[in-house]
């Protein structure tokens, strides 16, 4: 075998070392978690208290769909248990703004595109550790077609977005990020 193809040979061997030892770092980093949280594990239960509006439009039960979608994300990817008081953390907020936007313009100054936008102010409270407190908005959209009303694309739009600002959310508070 030439001097090349044994180079070649070792490229993968370099590789396969490589990774194995960026795998064995981090996991010696701390609170590092494969399941995507760095709660400290004493951290056992959470009270999500039912978000409130104070924005204009959106459907009656947006309130309680966010609230229902957050219980069953915290559920579904951590070991806490959802109580209805007095968690070791706590998440409350209310929806700031359900907006629709132009966002695309036609020659003739006519919309040809439509944003959707919802924001929410979240705090945060977390009685194990009061440094990862906070209050802080969470916004996404989802544009939808001139041509489509709000009430056609509505019941497509909003789970989206709400699926999103529960992610965000999480990741804020569950994966530190």
């Known amino acids: 075998m030439n001097t090349m193809g044994r180079r070649l040979l070792r490229l993968p061997l370099f590789y396969l070392l490589f990774m194995v030892h960026c795998a064995l770092f981090i996991s010696s980093c701390g609170k590092y978690s494969f399941t995507g949280t760095t709660l400290d594990p004493n951290i056992k239960t959470i009270t999500i208290n039912t978000f409130t509006t104070s924005a204009a439009g959106g459907p009656a039960n947006l309130t309680l769909q966010f609230t229902e979608k957050l219980k069953e994300y915290y559920q579904r990817y951590t070991n806490m248990k959802v109580v209805p008081n007095n968690g070791d953390i706590v998440l409350e907020g209310s929806f700031t703004a359900y907006d629709v936007l132009p966002v695309a313009a036609t020659a003739s ?11 929410v102010q979240v705090r ?3 009685s194990k550790d009061e440094t990862k407190n906070f209050d802080q908005a969470f916004s996404f959209y989802q ?8 009430t056609q694309s509505e019941s497509r739009l ?3 977005i709400q ?9 804020k508070t569950a994966a530190d990020w």
Not at 164 to 171: K, T
């Open 124 to 126: 945060f409270s977390n």
């Open 143 to 150: 544009d939808f077609p001139a041509n489509q009303t709000l």
């Open 158 to 160: 909003v789970p989206k």
């Open 109 to 119: 100054d006519q919309a040809a595109q439509n944003r959707l936008q919802v924001s």
């Open 163 to 171: 699926d999103q600002l529960v992610l965000d959310i999480f990741n």
